[in-house]
């Protein structure tokens, strides 16, 4: 049996005449993931279809749920502009849910975007509803508190549906560029780039690694937090800087208490020279605000000098209770808490610098002359590219790990 769904685009309605170049990009966003199976897409008044094969309905359901771009979609039956065939599926529908004991509370919503159709919206529930009363006695009309809604669209044919599932809204991959994410292993960055990339960004990840200061197990951990960012974008390329030199560096010639703040615009620096090479349009960071000695606003103005490319930071304004749920939400919330240590951790002084004073620091940046052991680590740059898990290969409930 095939199955229809009905796909309602995020804001793409407000696109006007570039509607069509995000039309395409969400098509192409979709079909990266599902190209192993087949199926057929349309796109029709305000909507994309896609009918399937029942047995594929899982990997759809997957593939809607992690797409950006996406502001909902549902299981949906279509047919002719007749009311006598709105009333036939709708009873079908109320059967269903009679069956699933769904409750007994509902509402009907309808919405016709066809202004030729006899019915209005309004006069559409009314009928539906009533016949749906008539046929099932204990079914009771609540527009407050419903326990299902069915809803109904009058476009290029009749749609019914009733379990709408939210998507991740936002725009589809592809249309808003490139960024490069500085993905550190902690709770913050993953949801920087999860937010980042549901507003359509390309994402590519750059980890600063210090072998033998840090071991295989804190890369274990990045890796797995860049397969959960590829379920969004499709695919990700992991770009691992070897770091312990420029850390060493910094220790050794450096002042103690700015070790945080240098390594961090050493940092910035080699990233916007990979920024560069991958012509990538920004770097993102998971910052926020005053959340640690390197994120006061006189550290983030020091640090911001080392990127020519715009440092994009989606936390900035957000508490950390709500950047955690938000990394529960998305399911990278266990794997960065697991215990392995950041290079970072290993080299912070006990009283970082809060309050630098940027003129100062320059000049101790450049007393530093790391500028050739940044280019050599660039050199030395390890690529990884992870894609978006497809068939048997993707387990998990949770919407991206
Ligand atoms: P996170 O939870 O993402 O590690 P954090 O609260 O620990 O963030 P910091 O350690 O101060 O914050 O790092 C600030 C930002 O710098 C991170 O969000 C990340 O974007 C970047 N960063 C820090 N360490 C690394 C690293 N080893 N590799 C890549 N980026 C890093
Ligand atoms: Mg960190």
Redesign the pocket.
Known sequence: MRVLYLIKPGELTLKGKNRKFFEDRLQASIHRKLEHIPYTITNRSGRMYIEVEEQFRTEVDRCLRTTPGIAGFAPAVGCEKDPKQLVKEALAMGSRMFKLRRGNRFKVEARREDKAFPLTSYEIACTLGAELQKEYPELIVDLHHPDWILFVEIRDKGYLYVESERGLRGLPTGTSGRGIL????????PV?GFLMGVRGMMIEA???HSPPYTGEQALKKVESLSECLAQITGSLTLHIVPFAEVQETIRDRGVLDEATLMN?AA?MRIASMIARKRHAHCLI???SLG??A??TIESIGFTNRFSDLPVLRPLIGMDKEWIMEKAREIGTYEISILPYE???SLFSPPHPLTRPIPSILQTHWEALMIEEILEKALERVERRIFRYKKGEESSSGRPIS
């Open positions: 500085l993905l550190s292993g902690g709770i913050d960055s920087a750059v980890y600063f961090r940092m960071t998971g910052e959340q640690v390197s994120q950041d290079c970072c």
